[in-house]
């Protein structure tokens, strides 16, 4: 197991045991080591890109033309990591340039 497990909370628990789970199982195939850990990047981002568009939605302290162009911004990052990782990667570089609070 992985050290310190039990800190993480229990969705973050579930995704490290399903990569291990994952890793374990591609012994045998075709799928390499990279290519899980980045099924598993894109996982996290979209769950942060899906929860950062709720929070927006419910600001006040923004005009509607920022939502709309901050909607359409997380819309867009969203859709891109739905394409898999070559469509994402460009996105993903220039949101971890940035400081970002999970």
């Known amino acids: ?28 195939s075709e799928v390499k080591a990279s290519e899980i850990v980045q099924m598993y990047v894109i996982k996290f ?10 929070i927006l939605e419910s600001r ?5 033309e920022d939502r709309y162009v901050e909607r359409t ?6 859709v891109a990591l739905s394409k898999g990782w070559k469509e994402a ?7 971890l340039h940035k ?3 999970f």
Request: hydrophobic fraction near 30%; charged fraction near 35%.
């Open 89 to 95: 990667q460009p996105m993903l570089e220039t949101r």
């Open 73 to 78: 911004r997380l819309s867009h990052d969203i």
């Open 1 to 28: 197991m992985t050290e310190g497990f039990h800190e993480f909370d229990e969705a973050t628990q579930r995704i490290i045991s399903q990569v291990q789970v994952a890793e374990s199982r591609t012994i045998d």
């Open 60 to 64: 006040t302290d923004i005009s509607s």
């Open 45 to 54: 981002w979209d769950r942060h890109l899906k929860r950062e568009k709720v």
């Open 99 to 101: 400081d970002v609070d």
